[in-house]
DNA sequence: CTTTTTGCCTACCGCATGGTAGGCAGATGC
DNA sequence: GCATCTGCCTACCATGCGGTAGGCAAAAAG
């Protein structure tokens, strides 16, 4: 009876237009993408989609909201996967990465926000950053006591970077794997993207982890310690 | 007796401009900041600025062409740096790091640049990467040869992660600090930006070089292998 | 002194923007 | 059958945008 009733399995109309709004935003920028465009890549007017977002700062409001809303969703199953075992950490990130490598418009929006709203950014950071970055401090440091995580590490500061080389890395992947593409230098099989996340991964943990002999399998197999 | 007849000396009007347009382009991007909002900041008319970009694209170029000829000046610095002893690789990336802790402005529109312009960066990445991009893999190589660098390390995708993470981690510090600041975990009387920056030093000597005991001194001078 | 050039200005223009007002067909409720 | 509500539309508007035309004082050139 409300105005949002809507079911959850349409294509309905709002959703298309999100799905617009989230690439062209992700890929212009907020102030450089117009109601008319999103409109017209629905195939709609404009008045039309004024009609169920009211206003174009209403549609950037949801288009957080439903990305937060995803997150939340996958949120679950990463701290699920975080204990305190070696090879779970390796889950964890992959599950992360592979949040924002599914579609990275989602990385390129969020990195967006982070520049041209750092303000609204730095509320949100502090508001759900503690959840789970508490959590993961607490990993570390435990790693820490029992020896099996350099010393020298700074946990938020780690954190802060792996959540960096993450999203920034596959916000801008698309741009920045011409150097990849240059290089070929890769025998296996692999996507450049895989090759550029591997190595992600491989920088992540071979930061974290005090080393023993020649480590970094490209397997996704945990070779037990 | 050109139209470019400028003394290298002078605060003139054209580098106010420059100056004002890097910091707000930098802030809210270049499709957000109107060239009215920057003759504001300088103190002048909008046709005035007009007068000396004849253009808003012009002034932009102008901007991009400022910052690589900056880039320029300090990449000789950074090339010599960039021998085969293992210390100097420390001098190399804090040399980098510094260009963009300098001013952060820097590393925000430079970001920006990849995220707003991809195909153009995407030509001044092949343009102008390969430079150094080739001497720094010859270097990591030499070092997997010789042992010192961990074998399973992808050299092109390692280059791209530390750039990206120099890059982004500047360019998104001031908002993403406030999980630093949460923390609060610093034994040392270090700035937040230099505890950040240790941290980056250490992710990248940590997944570079393969490690012996207890490495990643905080002191800036080089423990010889 | 006169002419040209430089640097900044006022006045104005065409255009795209975000947003309002209101119409209108079809589905729904009574 | 009638009233209401939903979803999309056409028509219109005020505003701010990037950019043009041209004036005008001071400096430079002859």
Request: proline residues 4%; aromatic residues 6%.
């Amino acid at each position: 009876m409300a105005k949002t009733n809507k079911k959850q399995e349409e294509p309905s109309v709002r959703e298309r237009i999100l799905a617009e709004a989230m690439h062209l935003v992700a890929s212009k920028g907020y102030e450089a993408t117009s109601i008319q465009a999103i409109a017209d890549a629905v195939g709609i007017r404009k008045q039309s989609l004024l009609y169920h977002f009211p206003s174009k700062e209403n549609l950037h409001e949801c288009l957080i909201e439903q990305l937060v809303a995803r997150w939340n969703d996958v949120l679950p199953k990463v701290m699920l996967a975080a204990t305190n075992s070696r090879g779970r950490f390796e889950a964890v990130m992959r599950t992360v990465v592979e949040f924002f490598a599914e579609n990275p418009d989602r990385a390129r929006l969020l990195l967006r926000e982070v520049l041209d709203r750092p303000e609204e950014m730095r509320r949100v950071m502090m508001l759900h950053s503690q959840v789970w970055s508490s959590a993961l401090r607490n990993y570390i440091q435990d790693g820490q006591e029992l020896g099996s995580v350099d010393p020298g590490l700074d946990p938020e500061a780690y954190i802060l970077h792996i959540l960096t080389i993450i999203l920034s890395g596959l916000a801008t992947f698309s741009t920045m794997s011409v150097v990849l593409e240059q290089g070929t230098s890769t025998g296996r099989g692999e996507t450049e993207l895989e090759r550029y996340v591997d190595e992600m991964m491989r920088i992540a943990q071979a930061s974290l982890f005090v080393k023993r002999s020649s480590q970094s399998r490209p397997e996704n197999e945990e070779s037990v310690s």
